[in-house]
């Protein structure tokens, strides 16, 4: 089965901006985001480098999205 991941959140079709297609956020890019709110209002920011919060809001993101398709 091959992964939705990289796939619009919330597609928009049409054009806007201009000429270009705007796709919106990918699911991968919305749950990362997700995660790093959560990570962020932890208390985790004061402890952490920024580079290992963000590394950890993605790979909760892939995990989320590897039990979602799981479920298909």
């Known amino acids: 089965m ?5 796939e619009p959140i919330n597609p ?6 201009g000429e ?5 956020l990918t699911k991968r890019e919305y749950f ?4 790093l709110q959560g990570l ?6 004061a402890t ?4 290992k919060i963000a590394e950890a809001a993605v ?8 039990e979602l398709e799981k479920q298909k």
């Not at 952490?48 to 580079?51: L, S």
């Not at 790979?59 to 590897?66: F, T």
């Open 2 to 6: 091959e992964s939705n991941a990289n």
């Open 12 to 17: 928009i079709r049409g054009k806007m901006q």
């Open 20 to 24: 270009k297609d705007f796709k919106g």
């Open 32 to 35: 990362a985001g997700l995660a």
């Open 40 to 45: 962020l209002a932890s208390g985790r920011r």
């Open 48 to 51: 952490d480098e920024p580079w």
């Open 59 to 66: 790979k909760q993101a892939d995990y989320v999205i590897s």
